[in-house]
């Protein structure tokens, strides 16, 4: 209920403490719910930012990366502008948001090569998700796996991810 972009933007003066307003992220945050409710994309993607930094709730990239991709999908233009900017910077959680958006056409084109390379480039950097994807789709299809340049030992990839698992199961 109510005006969504003035919900939107009410979020971004408790974000930056602008306008008169006290910084307060879970104040934005609960500005950013209601406006995102409304079906406002650029809310649903400043929500992602929130859970993706910790801000105003416990961090949580997986839920950060499905509020960034349905913001994307949904229109938020600038969001997939910015996200891939970072990705080509190297930011890791970029890399993987711009690859999912590729892969899976949300939001843009489907562009499996452009996916693979986002994927190459935070496997590159580290990112053991993008190390799984990008193996995954060596295996899947006839693309030959490049060499990592910078690949983290593969036992400490391995130990890496079968914490991971734990934690899901």
Known sequence: EGDAASQNADGEWCYNGTTGMKRDYGQALQWWAKAAKQGDVKAVGNMGMCYRYGYGIDR??????RLYLKSIRDGNDSLMTAVEAAAQRG???DG???ALAYKTGNGVKRDGAKAVQYFQMAAEGGSVDAQREYAL???NTSRPAQPL???????????????RLRHIH
């Not at 340049?149 to 914490?163: E, F, G, H, M, W």
Request: proline share 3%; with cysteine; hydrophobic share 45%.
């Open 60 to 65: 949580d990239s997986l839920k950060a990366t």
């Open 149 to 163: 340049s910078q690949t983290i030992p593969k036992r400490r990839a391995v130990v890496l991810y079968s914490d």
């Open 96 to 98: 993987i948001v711009t």
């Open 137 to 139: 789709i060596c295996l």
């Open 91 to 93: 930011g890791l959680f």
